[in-house]
């Protein structure tokens, strides 16, 4: 077994074993959910660092037909695209199991669906075969509605799932048919991404499919990744979720998106995506400045961080639709930072309800006194979402803003706006409310984060941001050749290359 | 002798029933129960033996009006399987009925033979027999229950329009006999391109499809299915769901691509209708259902909707996925009325929230309800998705040529977003209920070992068929290859 088939088999190993494991023992839930994300976790940080940056093949590959009449494989592979993304997610995984001490209710069922989700999530990205990079992700999607519903928080809680159910279902349903469709359109008869590929390159779809599949993918995966205007389930879904699962859809599954676009739609529909990516361009000035502005707006620090969440999804968009290396490099780097920050922010989110019972933004004040480390790492998260420099969020931003200026500098010029002055206002605004000012009386209970278990999470998130904030050549120089492939695909002719070839150093 | 032998199968299962109600003579009354698992043994004998046979070549009898071909084998395993299963079931709800145990079980297996039949045939006269074997012992099963008024007006209701659906079904043969001369679907064949176009045999075609349509529960002739999926016998129920409908399947298959290939093209336009229409009357009404057993009728419409896709694609891909679908819509269905029959007993009435605390009182029955809903609703890693996805994929294939599948298949995505809904309320109900329940009113469910056994080989079987699909895909490949060469 390859050491890809390892760490996505890790938790659904340890679900079995907790579903066979009888309802009393509490603690052992618990320990195998921390053993088998820590297990893949490792694997995952040993994938990344014996990457081999540079090299533009799919490494780790590993192969075995599944069924053979319909030529569906079980094919796993890292290349630039996905392998810090595979990272980031088991580190978030990690990460989200030792946040669940919070749950004390039903625990068998919450660790056996938060170890399916990180199955799932973990597949999805790892996943070379076009069947199974769908399969993954539904299997990640259900355990997330559940747990919503079950152990989630708040009196909307009912509301949120049934919105969040039905606007990801659709927009799942919708890409699947996309996926499908291009299938098809291709002729190839294969669902061997790579294999797809070569044949696309080849033979190209015939212009007139490309146009209609890819804006089913667009608005498909766009829906996913909360793309404006259909981002409203994002911050409702994620202010009602429990603060592991919060973690991991926020910070990882909401990539798959993303990763399904650069992965399939923009390489395999490089005209569709010429007609479609400049509407996406517009789009994402929706997710950048409208959704920003709303953040300024909310009282209720979940919302806040949903919020800022969803506009954040804006940058990715935008370097995407860039076209160009640095621009799609940026975008990358992006999703591995704001998968990191989102679940950070999600996670002293989640720690501050736990303590005070309410995130309501009025009722807070002066909590740094009380919450030393806690509060510092608030306000550590919050820099790193304004888009401060030392944190991957800014390496990544700033990519992508470079990346998008020849193509599109008005919206460049709004988007930074959007990054520098509105997410300024509401995240510096929510560390002044929440950490500085008198400390209400009630909060004088309120403890701080007791001993280096409960620190770990936190700790290991902000370390991701931190080095990959100051190193971003650890990220850029495995990403580079993926995204150069991807870039070469759409724009096809060599010479609108040369001016974007050398990443700026 | 040697015909006797082609129909082996059936015959055996015929024996089989005969045999249940000759013992029924000796078994003393507190033992009749038990008569059911007796028949549950000789089925799944019968079903061990179907593996055995081997087809070379498909086999007639009878003149032709019986073959035995790869697709016609699929199918039998399929309903002995479902039959396996329902007796299973209606062990468990045995105690409920009066008298009269062991003609209940030897009713099934009466059914279980004209669905077996049915698999088999090649002529419009065995089409009429064995539909009519189905829908006789039908009337009987679904109001067996003959102290209930439901249980009455179920079996009344089903009679009257089963009795009208007849009727147009044997005019229609009647008027395909009077225009082509012939009754076989093979000679029917051979003839078809000469007559297709008289009026007289496309009206003829036509009311037979009403027949079938009856059976799998098309709208516009679906309108009784919630009422007697609600009001039947719960074992009546399942077999009425998954038996039934995937006769009426068969029967549908045969006609269209045996009997008269030709006539596809034709109704293609009036197939995608038929199934669109199917999908939404059935997502839309199963919305605000508050019976369990009538929100499964209507998930059963919307599920002959989305096999209708399957068949609107003409294809040999479409109809391997309609197969494929089927295989998982068994386990799927029965393992949900098999904890419809145990769970309801124990609650009062029939009604969704009734289930509140179920995962309490039996993590077994409330599992597999759970993974039936999840199924149902298309969610991998379990069957229901992976039929769904071969059920899309088929019409996407065929979509350039036939552009109004696109619509068809808008509107199955649709539907599968809007059935989300009522499944997952049937799940919420019973893990997180609006109003919790005290621990002390929810006594623990006692499950017999055969039930046990069959819930666990539903679960497996909706897992296998979603996680390693590779051999029923081979299995329904094989034989829809033996319908459309």
Redesign the interface.
Known sequence: MGLLSFLILCPFAGAVLIALTPRSFNVLFRLIALLTTFLSFAAATWVFFAFHPGATHVQFEEFCP?????RIGWHLGVDGLNVALVFMAALVAFAAACCSWEIKERQK?FYLLLLVMTGGILGAFASLDL?FFY?FH??AL?PT??MI??WGRGENRNYAT?KM??YL??GA??A??GL??L??AAGARTFDIPELTRDVAARPIAASAQHWIFPLLMFGFGILVSLWPFHTWAPLGYGAAPTPTAMLHAGVLKKFGLYGLLRIALPLLPEGAQRWLPVLALLCLGNLLYCGLVAIRQKNLNLLIGNSSVAHMGFVFLGIASLSLVGVTGAVVVMVAHGLLAALAFALSGYLQNQLGTLEMEQMGGLLRKLPFVGTLLALAMFAGCGLPGFANFAGEVMVLFGAWGGHTTVVVLAAWAALIVGAVYMLRAIRTVLHGPLPEKWSGVADAPHAWRKLPFALLLAGLLLFGCVPRLLTDRIQPAALTVVRAVNGTPAALMATTQLPR | MNDLLVMGLEAAVLVAGLAVLLLDLWTPPAEKRNLGYAAAIAVGAILLASFAIVLPRPLAAFGGMFVLDEFALFFDRFFLLAALLVLVISVEFADRFETGVAEFYALILFALAGMMFAASANDFTLLFVSLELITVTFYVLTSFQRRQTQSLEAGVKYLILGALSSAFLVYGIALIYGTAGTMSFTRLAEAAPAVLDSRLLQTGLLLVLVGLGFKIAVVPFQIWAPDVYQGAPTPATAFLAVGSKAAGFVLLLRVLFTAVPALGPRWSRLLIVLSAVTILYGVLCAIPQRNLKRLMGYSSIANAGFLLLGVATLSRDGVSAVLYYLGGYLFTVLGAFAVICVALRHTEGEDIPALAGLHQRSPLLAATLAMAM?SLAG???LAG?FGK?LL??SA??V??DQPALYVL??VA?VG??IS??YY?GV??AM??PAEPVEQGHLPPIQLSRPLRWSLLLCIAGMLWLGVL??MV??LA?LAAQTLLP
């Open positions: 599944w069924v053979g009449a319909l069922e069947f399969f539904e299997l259900v509605f559940i519903g079950v049934f159910t039905i279902s659709l349903l919708i699947l048919i499908i469709a299938y098809v | 999840v969610v991998p890693p998705f996805f899309l994929k996407l294939m979509a350039g298949v808008a995505v599968v977003v989300l809904y997952f799940i919420r893990y997180w699909p590779g895909v081979n490949n």
